[in-house]
């Protein structure tokens, strides 16, 4: 049965914000180029452990420097990070991530180039490589998942829309190996519940393996919300994998 499961943590969920975490002793750096991008490196860092790679796609309003807000309350010690930016700046009117076919390509390129520049400076599993993102940052993760699922362990979309047109579908068969997280704010104006239900149950009739949940706050990342994507993401690595 489809259904929205309900979250039984702390009824208060504070929006994120700059002051609320501080980066200290792990890795946060940014590189200004073409495509600038955010690493986020954890606590101890070991060479030679291969680490899970969360990719993380920005919300309007914001760039890559979310990552250094969105980190410490998913784990300061679990991963490897990178978070390229949007195609608009954070200051321009519209989404970061729009959905033309050419920003499609073009946030592709990004997201993949981020990836192998964190890979020549921290050591990840490139089977355990995680697309997340937040609101239009959500929907754009949704998209290149779905259209390179086997670049991908999981896809997370929070306050994200799955994308419509320019067929997400494409490559159905393959993606359907591709566990989904999807997070909704109760109440959430841009992406309310019922289009969460919407999205759920068309991704269930195509046959995805997704998880959805609801939490009492409306358009804003909270603490407990990320805190969930690093139970979920520790779920699918110690899964047992099928034969």
């Known amino acids: 049965m489809n259904r929205i499961e309900q979250s039984t943590r702390s009824p208060k969920q504070p929006t994120i914000a700059s002051s609320q975490f501080e980066i200290t002793s792990a890795s946060f750096s940014r590189v200004a180029s073409d495509a600038p991008h955010a690493i986020f490196a954890p606590l101890h860092y070991e060479r030679n452990y291969d680490y899970p790679l969360i990719v993380w796609l920005h919300g309007p309003g914001s760039d890559e420097r979310?990552?250094?807000?969105v980190?410490?309350?998913v784990s300061m010690r679990n991963y490897v990070a990178v978070a390229p930016r949007g195609l608009a700046a954070k200051d321009e009117p519209g989404s970061p991530w729009p959905q033309s076919p050419e920003a499609i390509?073009?946030?592709e390129q990004r997201i993949f180039d981020s990836i192998d520049a964190t890979a020549g400076k921290f050591r990840f599993s490139s089977e355990r490589v995680f697309l997340a993102g937040f609101g239009d940052g959500g929907t754009m993760a949704f998209r290149v998942a779905m259209n390179h699922p086997e670049r991908f362990?999981?896809?997370l979309s929070l306050c994200g829309a799955f994308p419509t047109g320019q067929t997400p579908f494409g490559r159905l068969p393959e993606a359907r190996r591709l566990p989904v997280f999807?997070?909704?704010g109760r109440d959430s104006r841009r992406y309310p519940p019922e289009d969460a239900c919407a999205d759920l149950r068309l991704l269930h009739a195509a046959g995805l393996s997704i998880t959805l949940r609801q939490y009492p706050s409306?358009?804003?990342i909270s603490p407990q919300m990320l805190g969930d994507v690093d139970r979920w993401i520790i779920?699918?690595?110690t899964a047992?994998?099928?034969q």
């Open 240 to 242: 047992p994998r099928e």
């Open 153 to 155: 362990a999981g896809v």
């Open 182 to 184: 999807m997070a909704v």
């Open 218 to 220: 409306a358009d804003q």
């Open 105 to 107: 390509h073009r946030a």
């Open 71 to 73: 980190m410490p309350a």
């Open 66 to 69: 979310q990552l250094r807000h």
């Open 235 to 237: 779920e699918m690595i």
